[in-house]
């Protein structure tokens, strides 16, 4: 190590000499003292002596290597002893040291002690404390990807007997689907058949009733149900006053001037019985107190519908129909029966339906299961966990981080979530999306989206920061902007082998 | 700023806009609705016989039917008038008159001469500055300008009206509200009743009229006679306010400049409590006030600007800006209400805000995102969260545990950072502010005068401190000295918001109006200038932390008449649409003009997600206004320049590098404000007084005398239309800012693709520019300057720069300024000569800046040879096509004296 520094030191000290200030050695070629100098970008030539002559030539400002005169201009530190680097022109003389070596600020009076060297130790002891976890997580790796391709050659193993196993399930479960939907239409058919003709029956013994209380409220015989009808018929005093008035009356001819037998059958019959057992029930609270009837009739009724009920009762008001009514005109309306029991024939389709049903949906829940395990594993082979498969291994597990108030978890693969730390709901930060890190450093950033909607703003999102680790672990989490979180995971997953680097990117 | 939990049901209502019915209509406030309602004259007649007058002063007495009044003018140097009237003494009550918000001592200048008529008193104010003339019944008064044209009346329509203190009399009626008022479920007690004054004030001769800030309206004042709301001036915390609009918002001044060819008149409404005003420009007499106009007005077709003012206590003050011009306007107001201090130079860069800067951690990685990307940047602010509990002047304790060190590292790239501090103080026996004040009795009180006032805001329960109080200002301005608020340090400046005061749980979101302030003046009294008593102290507080050496940044939300001394204001809580961008632009001229010129929008808006091209835009926009922030509410998604597309975060870069590039001639014109009172950005006809078709535009601006500015502010536009001015004499020439292209005046359509600024460099002008741009502009200060010479008909220009160490009072305390003056001449078709000339010999500044390049646009030939002071031939470099010159390395220092001269 300390060879190599030395080597480098007496390497630019030798090459400095020549060179205008800021320029790096890699391109003292196009700088050599000479009567013009050429713009780099070749736009123009000018007098060699306008090179940092703290005046901008060159459109492309390489005339002013050392000086801040040109707005889009270069300045080259050495930083003998660690990275040297470019830094933008303007930093040249702002009276802020930037580089190491404090060559920036030459000419602002201010003085950049040369920090290179301990910069320089302090880089190179944190790299070899890096690959120090880094060798470990390394090896960790190779364990990793040893499991992660066990993992997926299972799972390869495993497609092809389920689905093998699955495709001859196929055609029993369709032969059996086809045998459950004709059992079920058979019986429906012949259920359908057996209750039209009971319905029919029910509405004649209906209609018959209907006749029957027209009659008795057609007070003066003319065929016709009017206002005069009600209008003397006790029974219609709503109020009490002793008095059926228009009010009154109207209510129950519902609006329409008169009425036939046809149409008090059709508009009229139902719910002048709920009205007629309305005025029965009030006049038994008077006498008594409160009987089981009148709680089930309220059970019945929601409390807005009441209003809308008394106009619009329909066919499920005969559940009351049972009920005694010593009101004359109603006193004989009795229940119509009820539906009877399915014979034989039918009862039999619906146990043949029952049998087939069960039949199919063994079969079929078999076939979902292979289903779901057929996903599964070729879930495991789309999925892309990183170039050797080391990062299998981490689906299916879950990773946490504790802060102030809440725990934050992480499920590679999976998703990222959010728990009060003495509550028990988790507020979910969205679902795995994919690997978002740029090339070539793909695998160092996922994403999970669509998690719970923010009050007031977006839905949750996650961006997950990977880091080599020697182990898997989640050490960070933070919210930048309102919903959208970032958290640092750090895995051996992550880790490249630092004794044989990747090839360094310089950044000049 | 904005309100969250507090106000969920607002934003659940996610319409985007205004809850209209949580604010008055003039009709809910009774007395608004009682003075909009006079339809005749009020009946006052000036009693001659009590007429008095000696000095500056005339007095009188008004008869009316409703009561008497006294009536006060004072002759004011520099062209002004100052009008008063008032209840005749022995008054019930005295009545506030807000000179905290003045600039102090109002010079008096004794009338030359008192003529009284048998029916009228003609005053002639002193070095015929101005004359007023007074006419006995009904009471009017005219006020004439240096050229003996009548510009103002008042009264012409007999809206006078004073609702006098008075006892509650059983078994009287009284009108609608006058005891005793209520607004949704909040009760106003009025002990004193009603104490209303209303009067119309007209401008006679100007169809346009201009000011009365701040409104998201256009810039020319609209007509509300009949025509919806009046102008409402009345601090509030808007939520989501809405366009084109009427409605109150943050910050108000009562003042209104209307301006006619070559004349501008100028009118300031001294009073600090709710007022309304009630507007119309009408082209003939057949107006608004007709009754009394054709007595007075020989001319029936002359245009007039009539606007009725109204307000809920204070007196009548008025004050009267006679002009001539606009210009003159300006000075008067500023001589009447003061001008901003020369700011420090950070100030007047690029400010990054955000709601909020999440921890130390994060404010450290903004602050080397802007170095990454090589983004100047020279501010980043922190908004409440970074408190702890929202306990001003406190630190939260994990996130911002080492404030210290966290403002150092900032500061080490040449930065600044600025936290808010807000004046409602969260109820917490714990909280030393809060101990302090109700030990020391700081706080506003209840309508009972002896309990301390309480409502909502940031931090739950909270008290408001009593800046009326002259031992809460004193202890106010204790709490920034570095040893008391802790973390604090010279590179850490403040914002003042929620100053209106925003009270979440009161009355239009603010202070109730009963509550009592110190010396037993009720809020409703003072309301609009609660917000510039608080900035004044916490400026105090700023300036004597330093021991007066450092110039302060303070930025307010409210604002009133004065504001300007000790604060720059914005526009409050925009939202992130073109709207908002559009009407940023009137907003701040509405402002500029009347006194407060160091004022900024949010750029990008403050709610929503701006698209990136409204972003854009909106900092191309922000780059050539006052004040440069960009701020985002916590709901936003992050918007640091760098989390877009390349396109975008160049553009960006691109357009906050041109506003570093004018910081010399930003910095000069903050400096012609503070000795001139113009105002930075300002509209059109204040350089061109008479291009009639401008008087009203309000898409473009000036920046100072030189540049037009017509940002781009819709959407995908690719070009704007823009008509530059031709002056006077029609021979105005423009040059393209970036390119120096010359462009003809009149109407030109300028491609404005999205990395492009419209600006316009006005011929005959010398603009000083830093081309070095650093990463902060403290960094720039030494820097050499290019001048940008743009030649008018004659080859000929001038300019100025003003050089001090920008950031100290040493250029008021040492006189340690440099003010230069640049020329440049064609003195023959053969020679012209470039000048540069020390111009101020008071200043003892010497600058280190030296020219390092000249550009003229406009040079109509080659020139032969181009030689300097110093008689060394200076290489130069010439476009025929473009007529551009650039001249190499001049080398002269700003400060000197020098000639360059140009043989053709």
Same mark, same amino acid.
Request: charged share 30%.
């Given at each position: 190590?300390?060879?190599?520094?030395?080597?480098?030191?007496?390497?630019?000290?030798?090459?400095?000499?020549?060179?205008?200030?800021?320029?790096?050695?890699?391109?003292?070629?196009?700088?050599?003292?000479?009567?013009?100098?050429?713009?780099?970008?070749?736009?123009?030539?000018?007098?060699?002596?306008?090179?940092?002559?703290?005046?901008?030539?060159?459109?492309?400002?390489?005339?002013?290597?050392?000086?801040?005169?040109?707005?889009?201009?270069?300045?080259?530190?050495?930083?003998?002893?660690?990275?040297?680097?470019?830094?933008?022109?303007?930093?040249?003389?702002?009276?802020?040291?930037?580089?190491?070596?404090?060559?920036?600020?030459?000419?602002?009076?201010?003085?950049?002690?040369?920090?290179?060297?301990?910069?320089?130790?302090?880089?190179?002891?944190?790299?070899?404390?890096?690959?120090?976890?880094?060798?470990?997580?390394?090896?960790?790796?190779?364990?990793?990807?040893?499991?992660?391709?066990?993992?997926?050659?299972?799972?390869?193993?495993?497609?092809?007997?389920?689905?093998?196993?699955?495709?001859?399930?196929?055609?029993?479960?369709?032969?059996?689907?086809?045998?459950?939907?004709?059992?079920?239409?058979?019986?429906?058919?012949?259920?359908?058949?057996?209750?039209?003709?009971?319905?029919?029956?029910?509405?004649?013994?209906?209609?018959?009733?209907?006749? %029957?209380?027209?009659?008795?409220?057609?007070?003066?015989?003319?065929?016709?149900?009017?206002?005069?009808?009600?209008?003397?018929?006790?029974?219609?005093?709503?109020?009490?006053?002793?008095?059926?008035?228009?009010?009154?009356?109207?209510?129950?001819?519902?609006?329409?001037?008169?009425?036939?037998?046809?149409?008090?059958?059709?508009?009229?019959?139902?719910?002048?019985?709920?009205?007629?057992?309305?005025?029965?029930?009030?006049?038994?609270?008077? %006498?008594?107190?409160?009987?089981?009837?009148?709680?089930?009739?309220?059970?019945?009724?929601?409390?807005? %519908?009441?209003?809308?009920?008394?106009?619009?009762?329909?066919?499920?008001?005969?559940?009351?129909?049972?009920?005694?009514?010593?009101?004359?005109?109603?006193?004989?309306?009795?229940?119509?029966?009820?539906?009877?029991?399915?014979?034989?024939?039918?009862?039999?389709?619906?146990?043949?339906?029952?049998?087939?049903?069960?039949?199919?949906?063994?079969?079929?829940?078999?076939?979902?299961?292979?289903?779901?395990?057929?996903?599964?594993?070729?879930?495991?082979?789309?999925?892309?966990?990183?170039?050797?498969?080391?990062?299998?291994?981490?689906?299916?597990?879950?990773?946490?981080?504790?802060?102030?108030?809440?725990?934050?978890?992480?499920?590679?693969?999976?998703?990222?979530?959010?728990?009060?730390?003495?509550?028990?709901?988790?507020?979910?930060?969205?679902?795995?999306?994919?690997?978002?890190?740029?090339?070539?450093?793909?695998?160092?950033?996922?994403?999970?989206?669509?998690?719970?909607?923010?009050?007031?703003?977006?839905?949750?999102?996650?961006?997950?920061?990977?880091?080599?680790?020697?182990?898997?672990?989640?050490?960070?989490?933070?919210?930048?902007?309102?919903?959208?979180?970032?958290?640092?995971?750090?895995?051996?997953?992550?880790?490249?082998?630092?004794?044989?680097?990747?090839?360094?990117?310089?950044?000049? | 700023?904005?309100?969250?939990?507090?106000?969920?049901?607002?934003?659940?209502?996610?319409?985007?806009?205004?809850?209209?019915?949580?604010?008055?209509?003039?009709?809910?406030?009774?007395?608004?609705?009682?003075?909009?309602?006079?339809?005749?004259?009020?009946?006052?007649?000036?009693?001659?016989?009590?007429?008095?007058?000696?000095?500056?002063?005339?007095?009188?007495?008004?008869?009316?039917?409703?009561?008497?009044?006294?009536?006060?003018?004072?002759?004011?140097?520099?062209?002004?008038?100052?009008?008063?009237?008032?209840?005749?003494?022995?008054?019930?009550?005295?009545?506030?008159?807000?000179?905290?918000?003045?600039?102090?001592?109002? #010079?008096?200048?004794?009338?030359?001469?008192?003529?009284?008529?048998?029916? #009228?008193?003609?005053?002639?104010?002193?070095?015929?500055?101005?004359?007023?003339?007074?006419?006995?019944?009904?009471?009017?008064?005219?006020?004439?300008?240096?050229?003996?044209?009548?510009?103002?009346?008042?009264?012409?329509?007999?809206?006078?009206?004073?609702?006098?203190?008075?006892?509650?009399?059983?078994?009287?009626? #009284?009108?609608?509200?006058?005891?005793?008022?209520?607004?949704?479920?909040?009760?106003?007690?009025?002990?004193?009743?009603?104490?209303?004054?209303?009067?119309?004030?007209?401008?006679?001769?100007?169809?346009?009229?201009?000011?009365?800030?701040?409104?998201?309206?256009?810039?020319?004042?609209?007509?509300?006679?009949?025509?919806?709301?009046?102008?409402?001036?009345?601090?509030?915390?808007?939520?989501?306010?809405?366009?084109?609009?009427?409605?109150?918002?943050?910050?108000?001044?009562?003042?209104?400049?209307?301006?006619?060819?070559?004349?501008?008149?100028?009118?300031?409404?001294?009073?600090?409590?709710?007022?309304?005003?009630?507007?119309?420009?009408?082209?003939?007499?057949?107006?608004?006030?007709?009754?009394?106009?054709?007595?007075?007005?020989?001319?029936?077709?002359?245009?007039?600007?009539?606007?009725?003012?109204?307000?809920?206590?204070?007196?009548?003050?008025?004050?009267?800006?006679?002009?001539?011009?606009?210009?003159?306007?300006?000075?008067?107001?500023?001589?009447?209400?003061?001008?901003?201090?020369?700011?420090?130079?950070?100030?007047?860069?690029?400010?990054?805000?955000?709601?909020?800067?999440?921890?130390?951690?994060?404010?450290?990685?903004?602050?080397?995102?802007?170095?990454?990307?090589?983004?100047?940047?020279?501010?980043?602010?922190?908004?409440?969260?970074?408190?702890?509990?929202?306990?001003?002047?406190?630190?939260?304790?994990?996130?911002?545990?080492?404030?210290?060190?966290?403002?150092?590292?900032?500061?080490?790239?040449?930065?600044?950072?600025?936290?808010?501090?807000?004046?409602?103080?969260?109820?917490?026996?714990?909280?030393?502010?809060?101990?302090?004040?109700?030990?020391?009795?700081?706080?506003?009180?209840?309508?009972?005068?002896?309990?301390?006032?309480?409502?909502?805001?940031?931090?739950?329960?909270?008290?408001?401190?009593?800046?009326?109080?002259?031992?809460?200002?004193?202890?106010?301005?204790?709490?920034?000295?570095?040893?008391?608020?802790?973390?604090?340090?010279?590179?850490?400046?403040?914002?003042?918001?929620?100053?209106?005061?925003?009270?979440?749980?009161?009355?239009?979101?603010?202070?109730?109006?009963?509550?009592?302030?110190?010396?037993?003046?009720?809020?409703?009294?003072?309301?609009?200038?609660?917000?510039?008593?608080?900035?004044?102290?916490?400026?105090?507080?700023?300036?004597?932390?330093?021991?007066?050496?450092?110039?302060?940044?303070?930025?307010?939300?409210?604002?009133?008449?004065?504001?300007?001394?000790?604060?720059?204001?914005?526009?409050?809580?925009?939202?992130?649409?073109?709207?908002?961008?559009?009407?940023?632009?009137?907003?701040?001229?509405?402002?500029?003009?009347?006194?407060?010129?160091?004022?900024?929008?949010?750029?990008?808006?403050?709610?929503?997600?701006?698209?990136?091209?409204?972003?854009?835009?909106?900092?191309?926009?922000?780059?050539?206004?006052?004040?440069?922030?960009?701020?985002?509410?916590?709901?936003?998604?992050?918007?640091?320049?760098?989390?877009?597309?390349?396109?975008?975060?160049?553009?960006?870069?691109?357009?906050?590098?041109?506003?570093?590039?004018?910081?010399?001639?930003?910095?000069?014109?903050?400096?012609?404000?503070?000795?001139?009172?113009?105002?930075?950005?300002?509209?059109?006809?204040?350089?061109?007084?008479?291009?009639?078709?401008?008087?009203?535009?309000?898409?473009?601006?000036?920046?100072?005398?030189?540049?037009?500015?017509?940002?781009?502010?819709?959407?995908?536009?690719?070009?704007?239309?823009?008509?530059?001015?031709?002056?006077?004499?029609?021979?105005?020439?423009?040059?393209?800012?970036?390119?120096?292209?010359?462009?003809?005046?009149?109407?030109?359509?300028?491609?404005?693709?999205?990395?492009?600024?419209?600006?316009?460099?006005?011929?005959?002008?010398?603009?000083?520019?830093?081309?070095?741009?650093?990463?902060?502009?403290?960094?720039?200060?030494?820097?050499?300057?290019?001048?940008?010479?743009?030649?008018?008909?004659?080859?000929?220009?001038?300019?100025?720069?003003?050089?001090?160490?920008?950031?100290?009072?040493?250029?008021?305390?040492?006189?340690?300024?440099?003010?230069?003056?640049?020329?440049?001449?064609?003195?023959?078709?053969?020679?012209?000569?470039?000048?540069?000339?020390?111009?101020?010999?008071?200043?003892?500044?010497?600058?280190?800046?030296?020219?390092?390049?000249?550009?003229?646009?406009?040079?109509?030939?080659?020139?032969?040879?181009?030689?300097?002071?110093?008689?060394?031939?200076?290489?130069?470099?010439?476009?025929?096509?473009?007529?551009?010159?650039?001249?190499?390395?001049?080398?002269?220092?700003?400060?000197?004296?020098?000639?360059?001269?140009?043989?053709?």
């Amino acid at each position: 190590m300390l060879r190599s520094l030395l080597l480098l030191l007496g390497f630019t000290v030798v090459c400095a000499a020549d060179l205008p200030r800021g320029v790096p050695i890699t391109e003292s070629s196009f700088y050599k003292v000479a009567k013009e100098f050429k713009c780099l970008d070749g736009s123009l030539k000018i007098p060699f002596d306008q090179v940092n002559d703290d005046y901008c030539d060159c459109p492309d400002g390489s005339d002013e290597p050392g000086t801040s005169a040109c707005p889009n201009g270069r300045f080259f530190c050495t930083n003998d002893g660690h990275s040297s680097m470019f830094i933008p022109s303007s930093r040249v003389n702002d009276k802020i040291c930037d580089c190491c070596d404090g060559s920036d600020e030459w000419g602002s009076g201010v003085q950049c002690p040369n920090i290179c060297h301990e910069l320089g130790k302090a880089t190179r002891e944190e790299n070899e404390r890096k690959a120090v976890v880094a060798r470990k997580g390394w090896a960790v790796r190779q364990e990793m990807a040893r499991k992660g391709k066990d993992i997926k050659t299972e799972n390869e193993v495993k497609v092809g007997p389920l689905t093998a196993e699955r495709d001859d399930l196929v055609p029993t479960r369709d032969e059996l689907e086809k045998k459950k939907k004709a059992t079920e239409e058979a019986e429906r058919t012949a259920k359908d058949e057996f209750r039209k003709k009971w319905e029919d029956e029910r509405n004649q013994r209906k209609r018959v009733k209907s006749d %029957e209380m027209f009659t008795q409220l057609d007070l003066n015989a003319d065929g016709k149900l009017t206002l005069d009808d009600f209008a003397n018929n006790p029974i219609f005093d709503v109020n009490k006053d002793g008095l059926v008035d228009e009010t009154e009356a109207k209510t129950f001819l519902f609006n329409t001037e008169e009425a036939d037998k046809e149409h008090f059958y059709a508009q009229m019959f139902d719910s002048i019985k709920i009205r007629l057992r309305a005025i029965e029930d009030e006049k038994r609270d008077e %006498e008594t107190d409160r009987g089981e009837d009148d709680l089930l009739a309220d059970e019945n009724k929601d409390a807005e %519908e009441v209003e809308e009920d008394e106009y619009e009762e329909t066919e499920d008001s005969e559940s009351d129909e049972d009920k005694h009514l010593d009101v004359p005109p109603a006193n004989d309306d009795e229940e119509y029966g009820t539906m009877p029991d399915y014979p034989e024939e039918i009862k039999t389709l619906s146990s043949e339906h029952e049998k087939a049903r069960e039949e199919w949906q063994e079969v079929n829940s078999k076939v979902s299961d292979l289903d779901r395990q057929i996903n599964d594993a070729e879930a495991y082979l789309n999925q892309d966990f990183g170039n050797d498969a080391a990062w299998a291994v981490l689906k299916g597990q879950c990773f946490e981080y504790n802060e102030d108030q809440y725990t934050y978890k992480l499920c590679p693969f999976d998703k990222a979530v959010q728990k009060e730390k003495n509550g028990y709901s988790e507020t979910r930060l969205g679902d795995f999306t994919g690997w978002t890190g740029k090339e070539p450093r793909k695998y160092s950033e996922q994403m999970y989206e669509k998690g719970q909607q923010c009050w007031n703003g977006p839905q949750r999102s996650t961006k997950v920061i990977i880091e080599c680790g020697e182990i898997d672990e989640l050490v960070e989490s933070s919210e930048p902007a309102k919903c959208e979180y970032q958290f640092v995971f750090r895995t051996p997953a992550a880790c490249n082998n630092p004794d044989q680097p990747e090839p360094v990117h310089t950044e000049l | 700023m904005r309100r969250e939990t507090w106000l969920l049901a607002a934003v659940l209502v996610f319409a985007m806009a205004v809850k209209r019915e949580d604010f008055k209509t003039c009709d809910q406030a009774t007395f608004c609705k009682r003075h909009r309602s006079i339809s005749e004259n009020t009946g006052y007649a000036v009693d001659f016989s009590t007429v008095q007058h000696s000095g500056a002063i005339l007095t009188a007495t008004l008869k009316g039917p409703e009561n008497e009044l006294s009536l006060k003018l004072t002759g004011l140097d520099g062209g002004r008038v100052r009008l008063q009237i008032d209840e005749p003494a022995g008054a019930l009550r005295k009545r506030f008159i807000p000179e905290f918000a003045l600039s102090g001592v109002q #010079y008096e200048v004794p009338f030359d001469k008192v003529d009284v008529q048998s029916d #009228y008193l003609t005053i002639h104010c002193g070095g015929s500055k101005a004359k007023v003339v007074i006419h006995q019944k009904p009471f009017l008064v005219d006020i004439y300008n240096g050229l003996n044209e009548l510009v103002t009346q008042v009264n012409a329509a007999g809206k006078l009206k004073v609702e006098h203190f008075r006892a509650k009399m059983d078994g009287q009626e #009284y009108p609608e509200g006058f005891w005793d008022e209520s607004f949704k479920h909040f009760r106003d007690s009025k002990p004193f009743g009603s104490s209303s004054v209303g009067v119309d004030v007209s401008f006679v001769g100007f169809r346009h009229a201009f000011g009365l800030p701040s409104h998201a309206d256009a810039f020319s004042l609209r007509s509300t006679v009949n025509n919806g709301e009046p102008y409402r001036l009345f601090n509030l915390d808007v939520f989501e306010y809405e366009l084109d609009n009427t409605m109150a918002l943050y910050a108000h001044v009562p003042y209104i400049i209307a301006h006619k060819k070559q004349r501008s008149v100028g009118f300031l409404w001294l009073n600090a409590a709710e007022t309304w005003v009630d507007t119309r420009s009408s082209e003939d007499s057949k107006g608004m006030f007709r009754t009394m106009l054709n007595k007075v007005m020989a001319d029936e077709s002359q245009p007039r600007f009539d606007a009725h003012f109204m307000a809920e206590a204070g007196l009548i003050d008025l004050f009267f800006f006679v002009g001539p011009s606009s210009q003159d306007v300006q000075k008067q107001m500023a001589e009447t209400s003061g001008v901003t201090p020369i700011p420090p130079l950070f100030a007047i860069a690029y400010h990054q805000c955000r709601w909020n800067y999440n921890d130390e951690q994060d404010v450290a990685q903004v602050n080397a995102g802007f170095d990454e990307w090589d983004i100047p940047m020279d501010v980043i602010w922190l908004d409440i969260e970074h408190t702890d509990g929202k306990k001003y002047f406190t630190w939260h304790p994990t996130k911002f545990a080492t404030p210290k060190k966290m403002i150092e590292g900032v500061a080490s790239k040449g930065r600044k950072m600025v936290t808010i501090i807000d004046p409602h103080i969260k109820r917490d026996d714990s909280y030393r502010v809060n101990k302090d004040a109700k030990d020391l009795g700081l706080f506003v009180k209840k309508a009972d005068g002896t309990t301390d006032f309480e409502g909502h805001c940031w931090p739950g329960s909270s008290e408001y401190l009593d800046f009326f109080h002259p031992k809460t200002r004193e202890y106010w301005a204790q709490q920034f000295a570095f040893d008391r608020y802790e973390g604090s340090t010279r590179d850490l400046h403040t914002w003042n918001d929620m100053n209106e005061p925003s009270v979440f749980s009161g009355p239009e979101v603010t202070m109730d109006r009963d509550a009592i302030h110190y010396g037993g003046i009720e809020h409703r009294e003072v309301h609009n200038m609660y917000g510039m008593m608080y900035t004044s102290a916490t400026y105090k507080g700023l300036v004597e932390r330093t021991a007066g050496k450092d110039r302060p940044f303070l930025l307010s939300r409210a604002g009133f008449i004065g504001t300007q001394r000790t604060a720059a204001i914005w526009t409050g809580d925009n939202t992130a649409e073109w709207g908002h961008l559009r009407y940023s632009v009137p907003m701040l001229l509405q402002l500029s003009v009347a006194g407060i010129p160091f004022v900024g929008a949010d750029v990008g808006g403050f709610f929503g997600n701006p698209d990136e091209q409204l972003l854009l835009r909106w900092y191309q926009a922000g780059a050539y206004q006052p004040f440069f922030r960009a701020h985002a509410h916590i709901d936003t998604r992050r918007r640091e320049p760098w989390l877009f597309s390349d396109e975008t975060r160049e553009g960006i870069r691109d357009a906050i590098r041109q506003r570093y590039t004018l910081l010399p001639y930003w910095y000069t014109l903050f400096q012609e404000h503070n000795a001139t009172g113009m105002p930075p950005m300002r509209p059109i006809f204040y350089e061109f007084p008479s291009d009639e078709a401008l008087f009203t535009e309000d898409k473009a601006h000036m920046v100072g005398e030189a540049l037009l500015v017509r940002a781009v502010v819709d959407k995908d536009a690719t070009s704007v239309e823009v008509t530059l001015p031709s002056g006077e004499n029609k021979d105005t020439l423009w040059y393209d800012w970036e390119s120096g292209v010359e462009r003809p005046a009149g109407l030109n359509h300028v491609d404005a693709p999205l990395q492009k600024i419209p600006v316009f460099q006005r011929g005959g002008t010398i603009v000083p520019t830093w081309q070095r741009i650093r990463r902060a502009a403290s960094l720039m200060k030494e820097d050499p300057l290019t001048l940008i010479i743009a030649l008018d008909k004659n080859g000929a220009a001038k300019g100025r720069i003003y050089l001090d160490d920008m950031e100290t009072f040493d250029y008021k305390n040492l006189n340690n300024f440099c003010i230069s003056e640049f020329s440049y001449a064609t003195n023959s078709p053969k020679e012209a000569k470039i000048t540069g000339k020390h111009a101020d010999s008071n200043g003892a500044f010497k600058p280190v800046n030296w020219v390092e390049r000249i550009e003229v646009r406009g040079v109509p030939s080659e020139p032969s040879k181009v030689i300097s002071s110093r008689g060394l031939t200076l290489p130069f470099a010439y476009d025929r096509d473009a007529r551009l010159l650039s001249i190499r390395k001049p080398g002269d220092f700003a400060g000197e004296d020098w000639t360059i001269t140009l043989n053709f």
